[in-house]
């Protein structure tokens, strides 16, 4: 199956679709295995491009062994893409789908997603937070959008398991306008969709969150903040009924920051 905007379908009329999508060739953003994200031009726009190639039983194997889900094709983001607009979510603007095989080993299948241009993530935007400290307001905004976003996706049985502050992107137009910001979340090939989310996935998201945020110069009452919008309970009310919750979330974010930094996060 295939599925391509009007645009799109014309770009490629006369030829195999599915082929040429799988074979064009643009600048490379990731390559891992079976997997590759491009991006093309096409109208003078930009279009992301992610490409599954066929896994093949051992690689769905090895991932069951080591008790991980493998990832068999961009379908589970088409999905994602769907519940995200659901929930009113900012993501990503789907162009076109295709699918191609019988068995979940020997699938072909790619997503095409327009760019989200002049956007930045909030790796990048916060990174020189801890010298230069951001407009309180600015910063009290964010954390209170990407609390938002958090506690929708877990309160609606939705878990992201590359929850970072990289896969945020922020609209910089939003900067200059008078309505809240905008902020996307992307890779979305890894999301999970239950009718409940476990605590355990959600301990992992948030600590996820944690750590990637712990060297942007977030203070405790920073960390309190978003604990209480994500919550929406009491500061007093969460740390006397959620405090073990939390404590789990701490430790798993500053056990990440060692094996990545060998050193405790400052605070």
């Not at 999508?21 to 990731?30: C, D, H, S």
């Not at 295995?33 to 490409?51: A, E, P, Q």
């Not at 789908?97 to 241009?117: H, K, M, N, Q, V």
């Not at 990637?212 to 209480?228: A, E, H, P």
Request: hydrophobic content about 40%; glycine content about 6%.
């Amino acid at each position: 199956m295939i599925e391509l905007r009007t645009d799109f379908q014309d770009f490629f009329k006369g030829k195999d679709a599915f082929d040429e999508i799988l074979n064009l060739q643009g600048e490379i953003f990731r390559q891992h295995k079976n997997r590759k994200t491009l991006r093309i031009t096409k109208d003078d726009k930009g279009y992301f491009i992610k490409i599954h190639r066929k896994v093949g039983w051992g690689e769905i194997l090895k991932n069951l062994l080591n008790l991980r889900l493998p990832v068999l094709g961009a379908k589970n983001e088409l999905h994602a893409i769907r519940k995200f607009e659901e929930l009113g979510i900012e993501t990503m603007k789907v162009v076109g789908y295709g699918e191609r095989g019988l068995l979940p080993a020997w699938l072909d299948s790619f997503l095409i997603t327009e760019e989200l241009e002049n956007s930045i993530s909030l790796e990048n935007f916060c990174k020189g937070w801890k010298s230069n400290p951001p407009d309180f307001n600015l910063k009290l905004s964010l954390i209170l959008k990407i609390a938002d976003i958090a506690r929708r996706l877990h309160q609606n049985g939705i878990n992201h398991r590359d929850f970072y502050i990289c896969h945020f992107l922020l609209d910089l137009n939003s900067l200059r306008e008078n309505n809240s910001l905008r902020v996307y979340l992307i890779d979305l090939h890894r999301v999970q969709m239950r009718k409940h989310t476990p605590q355990r996935w959600i301990i992992k998201d948030l600590s996820g969150l944690f750590f990637s945020s712990m060297d942007i110069g977030l203070t405790r009452r920073d960390l309190f903040r978003f604990m209480k919008a994500y919550s929406g309970k009491p500061l007093r009310t969460l740390l006397k009924d959620e405090q073990d919750f939390w404590n789990q979330v701490s430790k798993r974010a500053v056990t990440l920051y060692q094996k990545h930094f060998s050193c405790l996060p400052e605070f």
